[in-house]
């Protein structure tokens, strides 16, 4: 089967660093992706990574090690609004398998 | 530049009827895709089209569904007869045909989609 495994909640404190790992098992990989979305909208793009190693856009970073089929986002500088559900989805062929989503809680 | 979009933003209909929803992609988006996510669950992916053309149906549950791409612009999914599995949050997504970009999914709001 095809699966991906995210915890299901984090919580942090605002000001702080937060990691989010993703583990998978698909069978094909192309890349692994991570959406941010918050209570009732819709999921938007944070990072895409194909190739081992980390990708840093602002206060985000995401890392994949595709020989442990593992990977994950770090949060830095946490702020409030960033209270959200984060989700790992591996593209996989043309389509993308999405991981249940980890709530991030972030208290002041 | 207008975001997806998706159209109605909720359904409330009987098991048994029809619903037909609609998503406009971000102008010039050769993919779209359709998701679902059923309450408590992970997204599902549904299918993807290239333009016009059908890439890849594979995540279609049943042939209850019917997604169509005519001209290559807004797609709609149909579902008839609907059942009360059915419901859930149906997403549209877009992204460009090529270059770094292809794999950065624009979402819509979703529709949500409730069967009595």
């Known amino acids: 089967g095809q699966s991906l495994e995210q915890p299901s909640e984090v919580t942090a404190v605002e000001g702080a660093i937060v990691q989010i790992n993703c583990t998978y098992q698909?069978?094909?990989?192309?890349?692994l992706s991570w959406y941010q979305q918050h209570d009732g909208g819709a999921p938007t793009f944070l990072s895409y990574?194909?190739l081992d190693g980390l990708e840093e856009t602002g206060r985000f970073s995401s890392f994949l090690s595709r020989s442990d089929s593992y990977g994950y986002l770090l949060l830095q500088e946490l702020q409030m609004k960033d209270s959200a559900s984060y989700f790992c989805?591996?593209?996989?062929?043309?389509?993308?398998?999405w991981g249940a989503g980890t709530k991030l809680i972030i208290k002041p | 530049e207008a975001g997806v979009t998706q159209f109605p933003s909720h359904s409330v209909i009987e098991k048994g009827q029809t619903v037909t929803l609609r998503c406009d992609p971000i102008?010039?988006?050769?993919?779209l895709y359709w998701y679902r996510r059923v309450m408590g669950k992970e997204i599902k992916f549904l299918l993807h089209?290239?333009?016009?053309?059908?890439?890849?149906e594979s995540g279609m549950p049943n042939n209850r569904f019917l997604a169509e791409r005519t001209g290559g612009t807004y797609s709609t999914l149909k579902v008839q007869p609907a059942e009360l599995e059915d419901s859930g949050v149906y997403f549209c997504?877009?992204?460009?045909?090529?270059?770094?970009?292809?794999?950065?999914?624009?979402f819509g709001p979703g529709t949500r989609l409730t069967v009595l």
């Open positions: 997504a877009s992204s460009q045909a090529l270059g770094k970009h292809y794999n950065e999914q624009f």
């Open positions: 102008s010039g988006h050769d993919n």
């Open positions: 089209f290239v333009k016009e053309s059908k890439q890849d």
């Open positions: 698909t069978s094909g990989f192309y890349g």
């Open positions: 990574n194909a």
């Open positions: 989805a591996v593209r996989s062929n043309y389509q993308l398998i």
